[in-house]
């Protein structure tokens, strides 16, 4: 599985560097004054090569999945909620339908493994992914076996290069799956060597006893899958081990889209998680993400800290199906807009700053 995950994702060149610094220091404004706008304007112009770049058809994929550990009560709600999303996602009334169509972004509903069929749904925005009806029970045996995970990596890539090829440069990834706050805490936990009691959270508004109870199932999970001190899971492995179809899912559409040299916009904890595993496999794709908010889920501020990753918000957002990237959206247009439309100096007849 590790040939799939090593994808060729190209380092970012600095050639045009000293041109994109220009094009935006002579914009009609003091050195530094859009401030993150201007860090924005030049990873998004480095990430294009040009200094007029364009944010063409921006989308958002929700990749939705069940997973079998929720059967041991992590989550506050029952696993029939992740099918009934989806529903609410095809039938426009979830948060990220509203989020999406207020900014103009285009939005793809993925079943990467929801334990539901859906039919033949006459809805443009619906993939049916499906790899499996749900992930396996972590307390008894690998969420994923490594033939399944494989193919989630391999069919999210397949459906960014589709994106891709109808014109889009600038992509977000969601989730949706009751019990993936587990499977992103024991990723990270592994990753990072983050003490789990640090990277579990109340997810969606466990009690604190129910997240004692979370916290004694997952120390389980960890003790099932343990390895000896002198081994070490692979990212592959501890993907297959502890992740879901639809955080599989989203690494491989994270990798594919930097190897297509598309503007990544991530999302809150679980798309994190799934960034985690990518960047343990290929550095480089930072260098194309764009970190759209800080979860208020406890962990994923030191996921954050781990990437050395800086959040555009920090609005205490813990909804996930990728709102936060459809919230970050507008800055990120923004910083494209006045490095394509602000007069220069020079354009404009204002004198520059007396030396």
């Not at 063409?56 to 929720?70: E, N, R, T, W, Y």
């Not at 995970?149 to 069919?155: D, E, G, K, N, T």
């Not at 496999?281 to 759209?292: D, G, H, M, N, T």
């Not at 501020?301 to 959206?329: H, N, S």
Request: glycine fraction near 10%.
């Amino acid at each position: 599985m590790s040939e799939i995950l090593f994808c060729t994702v190209p380092p970012l060149s600095r050639a045009m560097d000293t041109e994109i610094h220009a094009a935006i220091d002579q914009k009609t404004k003091p050195l530094g004054a859009l401030g993150t706008l201007e860090t924005l304007a030049l990873q998004i112009a480095r990430i294009q090569q040009t200094i007029t770049p364009k944010l063409s058809k921006p989308h958002i994929c929700v990749f939705a999945a069940d997973h079998g550990l929720a059967r041991e009560g992590v989550s506050a709600y029952p696993s029939d909620v992740t099918a009934q999303m989806v529903i609410n996602f095809l039938n426009g009334g979830a948060g990220i339908n509203v989020f999406a169509a207020q900014h103009g972004i285009a939005l793809t509903v993925v079943d990467a493994g929801v334990n539901a069929e859906f039919g033949t749904r006459h809805n443009a925005n619906f993939i049916n992914a499906k790899i499996q009806r749900g992930s396996r029970n972590m307390l008894q045996e690998t969420a994923m076996t490594a033939e399944d995970c494989a193919l989630a990596v391999q069919r999210g890539r397949e459906i960014v290069r589709g994106i891709h090829a109808e014109g889009c440069s600038v992509i977000g990834f969601g989730e949706m799956g009751i019990g993936n706050t587990s499977a992103a805490a024991l990723i990270m936990h592994h990753i990072t060597q983050i003490p789990l009691e640090d990277c579990v959270g109340k997810g969606t508004g466990l009690t604190e006893e129910q997240m004692q109870h979370k916290l004694a199932i997952l120390r389980k999970v960890v003790e099932r899958h343990r390895i000896k001190a002198d081994e070490h899971f692979s990212p592959m492995t501890i993907l297959q081990t502890f992740g879901g179809f639809e955080i599989a899912m989203m690494c491989g559409a994270m990798l594919e889209a930097a190897h297509l040299q598309m503007i990544v916009l991530v999302d809150g904890f679980i798309a994190s998680s799934a960034l985690l595993i990518a960047h343990a496999a290929c550095p480089q794709i930072l260098e194309y993400c764009i970190f759209s908010h800080e979860s208020d889920e406890q962990g994923h501020k030191k996921m954050l800290a781990y990437l050395g990753a800086t959040p555009l918000l920090r609005l205490g957002l813990r909804l996930g199906e990728g709102t936060g990237c459809a919230l970050a959206y507008p800055l990120v247009a923004s910083a494209g807009a006045f490095l394509n439309s602000m007069a220069t100096f020079s354009s404009a007849g204002v004198s520059t700053k007396v030396e």
